[in-house]
Nanobody, 117 residues
Framework: QVQLVESGGGLVQPGGSLRLSCAAS??????????MGWYRQAAGKQRELVAI???????NYVDSVKGRFTISRDNGKMTVSLQMNSLRPDDTAVYYC?????????WGQGTQVTVSS
C-alpha cells in the first residue's frame, strides 16, 4: 500500500529552475529512518542516481548536478523535494522518486522534466 507520487515536472528554459516534490503515503512507520532519493532516466540512457538523502542526513549527488540541485525532506509530511537550478538541456529526463525501507524499495511513477528554449 506504499505509494509515491511525484509532481512539479514540466518544460523550462535553460538556466531556469524547477522544484520537484514527492509525497509518500501508506503504512511507513519510521519514515525518517529511511533513505529517500531522486533518479532520472533520459531517452536512450540508463536510469541514474541524481541525489539521495539518507535517514542519517547524508546527501549524495551525481557530479553533473552538484552545486545546482538540492535534495531535502520533510519527515512529518513524508515528502522529499528536489530543487533544480541552472537547468541545462542535458537535465532533460523522467525523474523518479525512490524510498528504501526495511520492507523493500518503492518507486514513484515519474515526472517529465524538459529543458529547452
Amino acid at each position: 500500500q506504499v505509494q509515491l507520487v511525484e509532481s512539479g515536472g514540466g518544460l523550462v528554459q535553460p538556466g531556469g529552475s524547477l522544484r520537484l516534490s514527492c509525497a509518500a503515503s501508506g503504512s511507513i512507520f519510521g519514515f525518517g529512518f529511511y533513505d529517500m532519493g531522486w533518479y532520472r532516466q533520459a531517452a536512450g540512457k540508463q536510469r541514474e542516481l541524481v541525489a539521495i538523502l539518507t535517514g542519517a542526513g547524508t546527501t549524495n549527488y551525481v557530479d553533473s548536478v552538484k552545486g545546482r540541485f538540492t535534495i531535502s525532506r520533510d519527515n512529518g509530511k513524508m515528502t522529499v523535494s528536489l530543487q533544480m537550478n541552472s537547468l541545462r538541456p542535458d537535465d532533460t529526463a523522467v525523474y523518479y522518486c525512490r524510498l528504501r525501507t526495511g520492507r523493500g524499495i518503492y518507486w514513484g511513477q515519474g515526472t517529465q522534466v524538459t529543458v529547452s528554449s
